[in-house]
């Protein structure tokens, strides 16, 4: 299996299919469009020198050409290397000198940081596309000739094509390195959660750079168009209406803002048939919320970029926990995926009682784990064990293997000698009608080592004080688990996963906690 050749099946089989909808650049291309691009690109790279396993580093928002480079590369036998476009220079730096890519491409509107990045650093080649770019990218595919790319039929399986640098919710990102063979088994599981049919339109909402992408080449290998978007709520919402979408997956927040959007009601969005949420924990009382407000059947995934999707909550445990049947499931992150282990475990890598009560570790054993860390062998045989992928999520699980998350485990505040999962605590917040978005942390505390500080941003137009939240969530935990203090804020900081940088809301308490000793 080579994940390149899913632009050539679809050339092959029905040319004139459309493949991908670039809404940010008002451009459209079909399948067969798109493969004799992919072609052009890959000899042009191999014509440049590159070789098997040499990296392309990438910087671009969503487009048609980040597509071309990633099937591109796929065919030919190089290793993608997408560049996370919100990260500072020396952010991006570091990533580039942890890869070593032959070819740096990126579009026009991040010329500057190229440059800075040259500057810093020996970068043999750079190519560039989009409005007011040198022309370079294009040139190189007009110049390219059109055939299949030597050497292609020996490339697939089990040869590197990916390394997609993790959120880094916790420090430095790492480079999670996958092959074709990792990334066709997580579309797999994707196929069979999301029960993909070929007149789907899938819409992208999350960037290129990072797993997401993978959702919208599963579409893609369906032979379904994939619609490119730049995430903003009401466009979302226009651009579902205006093609047609009938799937796509957005991270809590996204289903958060859309749905607060003035107007929503008066979309067309009849078209969509699946929405998958993930990326975060989402409370029940959200989801019951989005289960109302879309017409669709809602899927939650539960994954990361070491492993994809992991885990699904089914359309049916949805249905069934509106309808009071499981109805506590709705904090799950569901079961097992279709090629997925899964196992709640603790520290020796036993499984821990399924009462719903015991935590244990989140540990994955499937096709679709990455290889290991890119270069980082000693961190690689701790993550991953007998083939086990340690995910660092704690959880519990119940008699029918369904696993609710209840922290990860630098996230667990531990008070009076107390743990607190904030994920808990956040569900509880969330009650309160004028929350949109919370993060709970642990903050020091002298008495108690540390105590609970919520972060909240509010609804627009919406309104609550610091007493307003603590009391709500009194009404649903115990005493040692309320907030102690609340902050309000416009926007919380997230990875590109959409993951909440919980470590960027504790680092200034502790850091003058750290100043003060």
Partial sequence: MNIGNISAKWASLDPNRPAIVDIPNDRRMNFGELDERVRRLANGLLSRGLSKGDRVAVLSKNCIP??????????????AQPLNWRLSVPEMARIIEDGEPAVLISDAEFVAERDALKDQLHIASCLEYGVGSDGSYDALLSAANTGEPQGSDQIGNDDPVLILYTGGTTGLSKGALHTHKTLFMGMLNQTVAERVVPTDVYMLTGQMFHIPVALAMNYMAHGCPVVLINFEAKQALEVIQAER????????TMLNWMMAVDGFENYDISSLRNIQYGGGPMPGSVVRAALK?????LIQGYGQTEGMTMSFLSQEDHQLAIDGVHAERLNSCGREGFVTRIMVADSEGNPVPKDSLTPGEIIVY???NMVGYWRRPELTAQTIRDGWMW???????????????????????ISGGENIYSTQVEAAIHQHPAVLESAVIGIPDDEWGEAVKAVVVLKPGETATEQEIIDTAKQHLASYQKPRSVDFVDSLPKAPTGKILKRDLRDKYWKDRDAKV
Avoid: N, Q
């Fill in 245 to 252: 979408v009938s799937a796509f997956l957005g991270i809590t």
């Fill in 293 to 297: 407000a879309f017409p669709c059947t």
């Fill in 366 to 368: 499937s096709e679709a």
């Fill in 391 to 413: 995910t660092g999520d704690v959880a519990v699980w119940d008699s029918d293997g369904y696993v609710f998350i209840v922290d990860r485990a630098k996230d667990m505040i």
């Fill in 66 to 79: 980040y597509f071309e480079i990633y099937l591109a590369c796929a065919r030919a036998g190089f290793i």
